[in-house]
């Protein structure tokens, strides 16, 4: 069985940290990163979704 290192990361109004904390993750450490959104009201999921 293959196995997976999946990351999820709670997040609450974290616009001005997720994409750093993101890249600060090393290069092929994690299979698949999940973000959990808890309503924030600022545009941390927009940000979330970059390529």
Known sequence: MEQ???IV???YN???TIKK???D???G???EI???DDAS???TVEIARWD
């Open 4 to 6: 997976k290192v999946i």
């Open 9 to 11: 990361m709670p997040a």
């Open 14 to 16: 974290a616009a001005s």
């Open 21 to 23: 904390t993101v890249q």
């Open 25 to 27: 993750i090393p290069e």
């Open 29 to 31: 450490f994690a299979d």
């Open 34 to 36: 999940i973000l959990v």
């Open 41 to 43: 009201e600022d545009n």
